[in-house]
C-alpha cells in the first residue's frame, strides 16, 4: 500500500470512478505517478493502436456493468481501476497465485495463448517465464490492451496483443501449445465460457495444455456477499457451475483442480493426441 494518498487533481476528479468503492480503491493504491500517466494519456490514440472495427462485441460483453462501471470494459476507468482491484480480489498474494498457472506448465511451450488477457498481468509472467516462446494476449477491450502494452514495455517483454473474441479467433487449428485465460469465465455466462475452451481445444495441438486460472466455484457458491461486494453479473451463474466438468465433457485429458490462494482455483487439462480439433 502506497505510503501516502494521491493528490486529487481536477482532472483525476473526472477519472475517478462514480462508485464508492471503487473510487476509495482507486485513491489507495494507483500511485501518483500512474495516476498523472493516465490523466494525460491519449487514449483514444492508444486504444486505436489495438482496435479492430470489424469486431462486433457480444450482448453478454456490452450489456453489464462490470464491477459497477458503467458500460464495463470500454472506458478508460476500468481499465485503470482493474489492477488495483484485482490485487484485493486476490488476497493474500496476486503474485503467488499467477505464479501458481505458471508452475502448472508443462515442459517448455513455444506458442501460448493467452485469453483475455486484460491488462496484461499472466501474460506478462508467461513470457517472462519462457523468453524463447512467442505470446499472444487477445482482448474484447482496447482500453485493457492499451495497459497491456504499456506495461509490457515497462517489463522489456515484447507480447502480441490482440483485439480480439476468445470464443471465434482467427487462429488457425492446433497451432499453440498452451492456451491460459485468466479470472476470464466469471466474466461471460457459462455457455460462452464453455464454447472458449472449445475455441482452446481447437486452437492446441494435440497434448497441448490449457490452463484456466479464477475464482474458486466451490467457495463462491458459499459467498454470495463476496459477488455482490464487487458487482459481478456473471459470477453467479459461474459459481453454481464446475469448470472441471466443462472440460470432461468437451474430452480434454487429465483434467484437474487445485485450489489456491483464498479463493482462487486452477484447471488444468490437456488435448488428446487423437482428437484434431
Ligand atoms: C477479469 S478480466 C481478466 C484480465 C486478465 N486475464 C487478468 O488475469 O487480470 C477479464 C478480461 O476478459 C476480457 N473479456 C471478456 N470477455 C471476453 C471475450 N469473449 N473475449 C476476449 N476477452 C474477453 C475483458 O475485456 C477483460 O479484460
New binding site residues.
Given amino acids: 500500500m502506497p505510503a501516502c494518498l494521491p493528490v486529487l487533481t481536477s482532472s483525476t476528479a473526472e477519472f475517478l470512478p462514480k462508485q464508492q468503492l471503487l473510487r476509495l480503491i482507486f485513491r489507495l493504491f494507483v500511485g501518483r505517478q500512474r495516476q498523472q500517466w493516465y490523466e494525460t494519456l491519449d487514449w483514444e490514440k492508444e486504444c486505436d493502436r489495438f482496435r479492430d472495427p470489424s469486431l462486433t462485441y457480444?450482448d453478454y460483453?456490452i450489456s453489464q456493468n462490470f464491477h459497477g462501471i458503467q458500460g464495463g470494459?470500454l472506458n478508460a476507468i476500468a481499465a485503470t481501476t482493474?489492477d488495483p482491484v484485482?490485487t484485493i480480489a486476490s488476497l493474500p498474494d496476486e503474485t503467488y497465485v499467477?505464479r501458481q498457472l505458471i508452475a502448472a506448465i508443462d515442459g517448455h511451450p513455444r506458442h501460448i495463448l493467452?485469453?483475455?488477457?486484460?491488462?496484461g498481468?499472466?501474460t506478462i509472467l508467461l513470457k517472462q517465464a519462457f523468453p524463447e516462446a512467442d505470446v499472444t494476449g487477445?482482448?474484447?477491450?482496447p482500453y485493457?490492451l492499451a495497459i497491456a502494452h504499456h506495461r509490457a514495455q515497462a517489463a522489456h517483454v515484447t507480447l502480441n496483443l490482440q483485439h480480439?473474441?476468445?470464443?471465434s479467433t482467427d487462429f488457425s487449428s492446433n497451432c499453440f501449445d498452451l492456451v491460459t485465460?485468466?479470472?476470464?469465465f466469471h466474466?461471460?455466462p457459462p455457455n460462452?465460457a464453455q464454447n472458449?475452451l472449445r475455441e482452446a481445444r481447437r486452437l492446441l495441438q494435440p497434448g497441448g495444455q490449457v490452463l484456466i486460472?479464477d475464482g474458486d466455484q466451490r467457495k463462491l457458491r458459499r459467498m454470495p456477499w463476496l459477488i455482490d461486494l464487487f458487482r459481478e453479473p456473471y459470477s453467479k451463474v459461474y459459481a453454481a457451475e464446475h469448470t472441471e466438468t466443462w472440460l470432461k465433457t468437451l474430452d480434454f485429458d487429465a483434467v484437474t483442480t487445485d485450489r489456491i490462494g483464498w479463493i482462487q482455483q486452477l484447471n488444468g487439462a490437456i488435448k488428446r493426441h487423437e482428437s484434431m480439433n
Avoid at 114 to 119: E, P, R, S, V
Avoid at 138 to 141: A, G, K, R, T, Y
Avoid at 181 to 184: I, Q, R, V, Y
Fill in positions: 457480444p460483453y470494459y482493474y484485482t499467477r493467452d485469453l483475455g488477457c486484460g491488462t498481468s499472466s487477445i482482448d474484447l477491450s485493457m480480439s473474441l476468445a470464443e485465460a485468466s479470472f476470464l466474466e461471460m460462452i472458449v486460472l
